[in-house]
């Protein structure tokens, strides 16, 4: 037992809350252990215990709510996530923010079997112990194995929204992702990023699913969930994907699109399609399977025909048959590696410089089915601009006019009905951020039928909330974004007007705010810097927003709400 000891009243903080004048985050510099000999966890532990917490083999809502009530009145000298709270045979888990650093706390009757769980310090507290846990990769498997809501699942064809955490760790944005989405009719992918995005943020498939699983059990988040391995271009991004836990893989044959057909004579396109088959009998074969239909796909607004001539044909073939095989393949190694079918699958073929059309996706489609793939989404090249961070642009850059936006819906109305009579599977939606025009158009003809995926919208929002608490950081920000854009750009299309994008010397806090949620530009200017900015700034970054979770959470939350009611989701409650 711990003795008692006598120490100066401390006031009661949320993480973030700064008294007038305080600057550093080492005036309160108690250490855990010593935040613990207070009567704040004693208090906590005797309130669960009067709750009959440690009597229950697992927890009811209304008993999470009335614990949660008790543990709100308490004084403590730490932050409890009243929401976290879960039970599990008689041993209470939940989170705390103590100093900026969020940790478990494992609380049982003493000599209570062990649960696996690594503690950082081990409490005795009269007749409980508690474990104070750091939120390592291994204990977010021993919690994903106690409370399987917090592994990821296998979301089919529901509406789906994925919200990648660029940021991640101390600083993670998926307790904002959680918020917004609680209380929508949606599927959500938590734990969502690419290969190129691991690479430029320096984190794993393995990192970003832990900080989705923290994420998740801090809030208390017991709706299923997804994780996206998003980009899959190789076979070892492709077995880290599977080995780290995630559900979904996105594969990206991009590499083996050839974008050259639309220049080709009718001759060099012929002999580009043969090279693509080891027989001219098994060329023919493949042609004739193709000229042999003729069908309609009839839908609520429109009747589509699907019927093609030999040069279509070919120039389809030339431009997509590689990039079908690799992705025939990749589904072939990521469900042996991972030894089952059941798993949420898509192609992503958005990375094109032409839009794909009807007949396009029919035969990918067709050859994917023919190969055995079950496809949960495809994500074709829309007929219109879809550039990161902003609302969707025609394809050379220009706000869209009602032409061009009739050309973009005359686009979804084919691709969803194509979508719907071939599978069903989703329309999947690349750089789907803040496209706020389509969302409408989108929602009323996939019918449901479609998974956004954002991500550096989220990372946008966690740099204003940066400009609005250290303006001085965010300056450092805005030049170093400035100087690297045209390397920081290179993987991205984009049609950024620098000169619409203040210097440094010119920016004042409320201008950044406005700047970063109404100029383009700007958004895209900081966008594309994510890695970079990370990489030098990371830690400056990750400090400001962790004394400031709260404000950075509502931010998140706030403009994800959003995209989500953009599309008319049901929301659960009022």
């Not at 690419?194 to 393995?206: D, G, L, P, Q």
Request: aromatic share 10%.
């Amino acid at each position: 037992m711990l003795k008692k000891v006598e120490w100066p009243e401390l006031p009661v903080k949320k993480p973030g809350d700064l008294d007038e004048g305080e600057e550093s985050r080492d005036v309160l510099d108690y250490s855990l252990l010593e935040i613990i000999m207070l009567d704040g966890i004693g208090g906590l532990v005797k309130a669960l215990e009067l709750k009959g917490a440690f009597r229950f083999s697992e927890i009811t809502p209304a008993q999470k709510k009335m614990m949660g009530e008790a543990i709100s009145s308490l004084k403590l000298n730490f932050y409890p996530y009243c929401d976290s709270l879960a039970i599990f045979r008689g041993r209470v888990y939940f989170m705390i923010n103590q100093d900026r650093e969020r940790r478990l706390l494992s609380v049982a009757p003493r000599n209570k079997d062990h649960d696996g769980l690594t503690a950082g310090e081990v409490l005795d507290l009269d007749s409980f112990t508690v474990k104070v846990c750091p939120l390592t990769h291994e204990n977010a498997g021993v919690i994903r194995e106690i409370f399987g809501y917090t592994s990821p699942s296998v979301l089919g064809t529901k509406s789906a929204f994925g919200t990648g955490d660029r940021i991640g760790g101390a600083a993670s944005a998926t307790p904002g992702h959680i918020r917004a989405a609680k209380n929508y009719d949606v599927a959500m992918f938590f734990a969502q990023q690419s290969v190129r995005e691991n690479a430029r943020t320096r984190r794993t498939f393995r990192q970003v699913l832990d900080d989705a699983t923290w994420g998740v059990f801090q809030e208390g988040y017991k709706r299923p969930w997804g994780a996206d391995a998003d980009h899959l271009m190789d076979l070892v991004s492709m077995g880290q994907a599977v080995d780290a836990g995630f559900t979904m893989f996105t594969v990206d044959p991009s590499h083996c699109i050839n974008d050259t057909p639309v220049n080709m004579g009718q001759e060099e396109s012929r002999r580009a399609f043969l090279a693509l088959f080891s027989t001219r009998k098994e060329a023919k074969r493949f042609m004739e399977k193709y000229l042999s239909i003729s069908r309609k796909l009839t839908g609520p607004t429109h009747t589509l025909k699907i019927e093609y001539h030999e040069e279509g044909v070919m120039r389809i073939a030339v431009q997509y048959l590689r990039a079908i095989r690799f992705t025939s393949d990749a589904y072939a190694a990521i469900t042996h590696h991972k030894g089952t079918t059941d798993i949420d699958f898509e192609m992503s073929v958005d990375e094109t410089s032409t839009p794909t059309t009807a007949l396009a996706h029919y035969l990918i489609i067709r050859e994917l089915r023919d190969a055995g793939v079950r496809l949960t989404s495809l994500a074709p090249r829309f007929d219109a601009g879809f550039e990161k961070g902003v609302d969707i642009r025609t394809n050379n850059g220009r706000k869209p006019s009602p032409a061009d936006l009739k050309r973009f819906e005359d686009n979804i109305k084919d691709q969803a009905l194509i979508a719907r009579e071939m599978g069903p599977y989703k329309l999947g939606v690349h750089s789907g951020s803040d496209k706020f025009t389509a969302y409408p158009i989108m929602s009323r003809h996939t019918e449901g039928m479609f998974h956004v995926k954002t991500a550096g919208t989220s990372y946008l929002e966690a740099v204003k909330v940066i400009a609005k608490h250290d303006p001085s950081l965010y300056r450092r920000l805005h030049q170093d974004a400035l100087e690297t854009f045209e390397l920081n750009r290179k993987t991205y299309h984009l049609t950024t007007n620098l000169a619409n994008v203040p210097k440094a010397r010119e920016l004042n806090r409320a201008k950044v705010v406005e700047g970063l949620t109404e100029n383009d530009d700007w958004r895209q200017v900081i966008h594309v810097a994510y890695g970079a900015l990370l990489q030098k700034f990371g830690k400056r970054m990750i400090g400001v927003l962790s004394e400031n979770l709260e404000d950075y959470y509502q931010t998140v939350a706030q403009h994800i709400r959003l995209h989500l009611d953009g599309f008319g989701l049901k929301r659960l409650y009022n």
